[in-house]
C-alpha cells in the first residue's frame, strides 16, 4: 500500500490526470490494444526496470511524439495492470522520470510549421520536371537534396490524419520517423533567427525576379517556409511562367 501511495505522489504532472469513471473501462482496454500491428515496435514493455529502460532506448531514434505515446502508454499500462507487483512499479519509476522532463524537451524543440502538401507537392515537381533554375546545378544530385525529394514525396502521399509521427521512413521501427527525419534535416538547414531565415530565403528580393533560393527549396521539401502560401504559390508561377 505504502508502495502505491509513493507513485501517485511521484506521477509527473503530464500523466496524472484522471478521466471520467464512466470512461475507464474503454480507456484500459485501449492500452492492451494495438492499432497498427504492422508497424509496431517490438521489444517494448514494462515488466521491470530493465525492460522500461530497454523500452526508451528502442524509440531514442524516433520523435519526441512518438517517444512520448510509447513511453506514456508503457507507465499506464503498469499503473493499471490487474496485478502490479514490485517489478513493476521500478519500471513505472524509470518511465515517471523520463515523463517528468517531456514538458521541458517539448517545449525546447524548434517550431517548423509545417508547409502544406500542395506547396511541397508544386515545387518537387518542378525539381523533377526541370521548371526551376538552381543557383548550384550540383545540388540536385547530392544524397542530402534526394533524400529530401523522398521525404516530400512521401509526405504529399500520406493518408488523410495520418501523422508524421506515426509514419516510418522504412522497414524498421527503431530509424528515424517521417517527423524525426524532417527535425533533424531542418535543424541543419534553417537559422534559428528570423531575420536571417528571411534574408536566405529569396535570390531576389524584386517581385518581379523573386525566386525561392537553394536552400529555401530545400526547406520546401522538407515540408517548411517562413513565406506565406499564397507568395509561395505567386512564386511558383511566375517561374513556371518565366520558362
Known amino acids: 500500500m505504502q508502495r502505491a501511495v509513493e507513485h501517485k505522489r511521484k ?6 490526470a484522471s478521466a471520467p469513471k464512466t470512461k475507464a473501462r474503454k480507456q484500459d482496454s485501449h492500452l492492451y490494444t494495438d492499432d497498427n500491428p504492422s508497424t509496431t515496435l ?7 526496470s530493465t525492460v522500461a529502460q530497454r523500452t526508451i532506448d528502442l524509440v531514442q ?3 519526441l511524439t512518438y517517444q512520448f505515446q510509447v513511453i506514456n502508454t508503457m507507465f499506464h499500462r503498469a499503473k493499471h495492470h490487474p496485478h502490479p ?3 513493476m512499479h521500478g519500471a513505472m519509476d524509470i518511465f515517471s522520470k523520463w515523463l517528468e522532463h517531456y514538458p521541458a524537451k517539448k517545449k525546447q524543440l524548434p517550431d517548423y510549421k509545417k508547409a502544406g502538401r500542395a506547396v511541397v507537392q508544386a515545387y518537387r515537381e518542378a525539381v523533377e520536371n526541370n521548371q526551376l533554375q538552381l543557383a548550384n546545378n550540383d545540388l ?3 544524397e542530402p537534396f534526394q533524400e529530401a525529394l523522398r521525404w ?7 493518408p488523410p490524419g495520418k501523422r508524421l509521427a506515426n509514419t516510418l521512413t522504412c522497414e524498421d ?9 524532417r527535425l533533424t534535416n531542418l535543424q541543419k538547414l534553417v537559422p534559428d533567427d528570423s531575420k536571417d531565415r528571411d534574408s536566405k530565403a529569396w535570390r531576389s528580393c524584386e517581385e518581379k525576379h523573386k525566386q525561392v ?3 529555401h527549396l530545400q526547406w520546401i521539401l522538407w515540408g517548411f517556409s517562413p513565406a506565406e502560401k499564397q507568395a509561395l504559390a505567386a512564386v511558383r508561377t511566375m517561374t513556371s511562367d518565366q520558362r
Open 11 to 16: 506521477q509527473p504532472e503530464s500523466v496524472t
Open 42 to 48: 517490438h521489444g517494448t514493455g514494462f515488466q521491470d
Open 61 to 63: 531514434k524516433r520523435s
Open 85 to 87: 507487483n514490485a517489478r
Open 140 to 142: 540536385l544530385s547530392s
Open 152 to 158: 516530400a514525396k512521401m509526405y504529399v502521399n500520406m
Open 173 to 181: 521501427p527503431q530509424e528515424p520517423d517521417m517527423e524525426s527525419l
Open 213 to 215: 533560393s537553394d536552400l
